[in-house]
């Protein structure tokens, strides 16, 4: 989702002093890549046939089309849409009456992260599974034909506030692939939908219980009803899925008649009146002054079992309350859970989460408490090229009372408070952040950071402004038995790519020396790996005349950084939810917000009614399953 309205947070820190050189001599070290057993390290991939492997599509030209496109040689269909029914007897989508009713059978709306959960369950099938799929948000000028950007307020009734709280949140469709092409399975018993309007959850972990969670209507502290601003996520060794809540802010407005959580809500940017008037929609929750605690049960990592439909989603509070990007989750070499999150705002911090316990495959009990018990930790990124982190513990360094932290249900409910008391680094938009299947290292997409002045630049925020956004690599020491430690306390790290154009020497780009005209790109935010652990960057904000898309490169070798270009979505969209199957033969994305091209981009004259193409159907946002002409792995 773009953030156009957002301000840079306050920051206690110094600014990190001026760019340093790049580290060639470190660069090189990176390359070498890291022992083989690091392959065990990661979970969701299959055994791989070494690193690299040769990225031989031919490229996409860049462009700015109505159409989606992808690189010759490849199919990309359309596999669910905004509204297509997917639960058993669920009514066909009527663009003209757009009710909660139908929505909450309908597979809902903005599409972002994307998991494929192979069935049977634990398996490495790649024909046949459960397709998770996070519903970030909702465009209300494409739902109804009489709202503009100027009205939202005035034309709101309840009946669309429930639709609207509806069409978002999270959806679960059985897919399968015959004779080549994905279809999903509409009477399936797995099919389920979350919703931001009436799906039960349960707040866990530490915060948990706390009065700051509790509302006029839980007086437990412990009950939710839905999810919101559902971005990327992650899933588990343990085959569950992980949705991370963003921007949660856009849907609260009033004024705070608490002054600590006023303070506490400014700094997760509630500073507006809220982008979503749900409050008028006979939705009193969403009112900041009746219910001043209720945003506290919004911002978290939820987790769920796609397997179960019956299961009640579990907001895991140990992770930390921010505008969680996603979680990268990944299984330690000594059997701990490491979890990576990007809080995506200006000036915002990187976190890691590393359980207390080791994961069984014998014991799912236990396995319940793995993201309860554990360390929250927030990057400090040096000049010297090292990462440190730092835990976010209660009773530990400035996270007393003194400070108004009280307990550690405090630390993580003002989790970027916290993050600022004790150093971390504020950083241009963390977004997506996945640990790589092959090396063992972890790349983390920083979108761009507009506000961000010449002296606030240092080593890991190389330009002031950032229009264009970076990536940098991050590498885990090897431990004793030759493989990741994602626990230590120290990384090193270097930038990976510089975004821009590298032919236009004000961006100050910085990549491959072997890129082309269509290999660069602007605005990294969602990425994949596929099983020979190559990286397949999607984009939100490509520059004037280019397209969102995927582009992908080598991490090693003489093609580090190479970027490609794959494939671009239609006009006004972003691209989300990279996922690959185990086998690498199919990459679903996510084409979110198509015709969000701006004010007069509305119902009745949209710049692109993709992926219809019909006069009576408004644009719709959609996964979309790559493959390649004749079956094989993707990229190669
Ligand atoms: Fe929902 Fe930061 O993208
Ligand atoms: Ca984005
Ligand atoms: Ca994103
Ligand atoms: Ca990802």
């Not at 006029?216 to 060794?237: H, N, Q, Y």
């Amino acid at each position: 989702m773009k953030h156009s309205e957002d301000r840079p947070l306050t920051s206690d820190q110094t600014p990190l002093g001026r760019m340093i050189e790049t580290r060639l001599s470190r660069r090189t070290i990176l390359r070498g890549g890291a022992a083989l057993s690091v392959v065990a390290l990661s979970f969701g991939a299959t055994a791989c046939s070494g690193r690299g492997g040769g990225l031989s599509f031919k490229e996409l030209p860049h462009g700015s089309t109505d159409d989606h496109a992808v690189a010759d040689g490849y199919d990309a269909k359309v596999l669910v849409r905004w509204g297509d029914p997917i639960l058993t007897n669920a009514p066909s989508f009527d663009p003209t009456d757009v009710t909660a009713e139908a929505q909450r059978q309908q597979f809902g709306t903005n599409n972002d992260f994307i998991s494929f959960m192979p069935l049977p369950k634990g398996s490495t099938n790649s024909d046949h599974g459960l397709l998770c799929v996070n519903h970030e948000f909702c465009v209300p000028t494409q739902m109804f034909a009489d709202v503009n950007f100027a009205n939202a307020t005035k034309v709101m009734t309840a009946e669309r506030g429930r639709a609207e709280l509806a069409s978002i949140g999270h959806s679960v469709i059985e897919v399968k692939k015959t004779d080549g092409t994905w279809a999903f399975i509409q009477d399936s018993k797995f099919n389920r939908r979350l919703t931001a309007l009436d799906t039960e959850m349960e707040l866990t972990g530490p915060a948990a219980g706390h009065e700051r969670l509790q509302t006029s209507e839980d007086k437990t502290g412990r009950k939710v009803i839905g999810t919101l601003f559902t971005c990327a996520g992650g899933k588990t060794p343990w085959h569950t899925v992980l949705i991370a809540e963003e921007n949660v802010h856009y849907s609260f407005s009033g004024t705070p008649n608490d002054p600590r959580e006023a303070a506490n809500h400014r700094a997760m940017g509630f500073t507006g009146p809220g982008r979503y008037p749900w409050r008028a929609a006979a939705q009193p929750r969403f009112d900041l002054g009746g219910e001043p605690r209720e945003p506290n049960r919004f911002g978290w990592i939820v987790e769920y079992d796609p397997y179960n439909p019956q299961s009640v989603p579990k907001k895991r509070t140990a992770l930390g309350r921010f505008r969680h990007e996603g979680a990268g989750c990944v299984l330690n070499h000594d059997g701990r859970i490491v979890v990576y999150q990007g809080d995506d705002a200006r000036f915002e911090c990187v976190y890691r989460y590393v359980s207390d316990d080791a994961f069984d495959p014998d014991n799912p009990e236990a396995n319940e408490q793995l993201l309860d018990k554990g360390t929250l930790y927030v990057g400090r990124f040096e000049e010297d090229g090292s990462l440190n982190w730092l835990p976010l513990i209660h009773g530990s360094g400035p996270l007393v009372n003194k400070n108004g932290f009280d307990s550690q249900a405090d630390v993580l409910i003002e989790t970027r408070r916290a993050a600022r008391f004790v150093g971390g680094t504020p950083m241009d938009r963390p977004e997506d952040i996945d640990v790589n299947p092959v090396t063992g290292t972890v790349f983390l997409m920083l979108t761009n950071n507009t506000e961000r002045k010449v002296d606030e630049t240092g080593a890991a925020n190389p330009r002031g402004p950032n229009p264009y956004g970076h990536i940098l690599e991050f590498v885990p020491p090897v431990a004793d038995n030759g493989e990741r430690d994602h626990t230590a306390d120290r990384f090193e790290w270097d930038v990976f790519i510089k975004a821009g154009d590298p032919a236009d020497e004000t961006h100050e780009a910085a990549y491959n020396d072997g890129i082309t005209p269509d290999g660069w790109f602007g605005a990294p935010d969602n990425c994949a790996f596929d099983p020979k652990g190559r990286l397949w960057i999607a984009t939100d904000g490509a520059p004037e005349g280019i397209n969102d898309g995927v582009w992908a490169c080598e991490v090693s070798g003489s093609d580090r950084a190479l970027t490609r270009h794959f494939y671009r979505v239609p006009h006004g969209a972003e691209l989300c939810g990279p996922e690959f199957t185990p086998d690498g033969e199919t990459l679903f994305v996510a084409v979110q917000h198509p015709g969000l091209s701006g004010p007069n981009s509305l119902f009745d004259n949209p710049t692109t009614r993709w992926p219809d193409f019909r006069d009576d159907m408004p644009p719709r946002s959609a996964v979309v399953a790559i493959t390649r002409k004749g079956g094989g792995e993707i990229g190669s």
